[in-house]
Nanobody, 123 residues
Framework: VQLQASGGGLVQAGDSLRLSCTASGGTISRSSVAWFRQTPGKERTFVAAMRWRDAITVPADSVKGRFTVSRDNAANTVYLQMNNLKPEDTAVYYC?????????????????WGQGTLVTVSS
């Protein structure tokens, strides 16, 4: 499956933003999906994931209560709803997919990756 991430932009602290990850070449309903983020010079870090088999979602501690993963199977799209954004959320956000039923926080567990979308949060 190929992934296309979109929805990034420049927002102020406290604002909300929704990222989209649209799949092609496969059905997203049969894929676990994760979001990761990366800042310059740093490793890609886990943000949240949704397991395909039962739609269980797992957020990283840093975004718990603020970020939510959801899925629209008809649109073959997964979303990352980000509320109460903070400057430290500034990063390039990547979506990833796996045919396994997983919420792994490790990058090597995810087979397909989108190209990334930049989120900048100003203070």
């Amino acid at each position: 499956v190929q992934l296309q991430a979109s929805g990034g932009g420049l927002v102020q602290a406290g604002d909300s933003l929704r990222l989209s990850c649209t799949a092609s070449g496969g059905t997203i309903s049969r894929s676990s999906v994760a979001w990761f983020r990366q800042t310059p010079g740093k490793e890609r870090t886990f943000v949240a994931a949704m397991r395909w088999r039962d739609a269980i979602t797992v957020p990283a501690d840093s975004v718990k209560g603020r970020f939510t993963v959801s899925r629209d199977n008809a649109a073959n799209t997964v979303y990352l709803q980000m509320n109460n954004l903070k400057p430290e959320d500034t990063a390039v956000y990547y979506c990833a997919a796996s045919p396994m039923s997983t919420t792994s926080p490790t990058t090597y567990a995810w087979k397909s990756w989108g190209q990334g979308t930049l989120v900048t949060v100003s203070s």
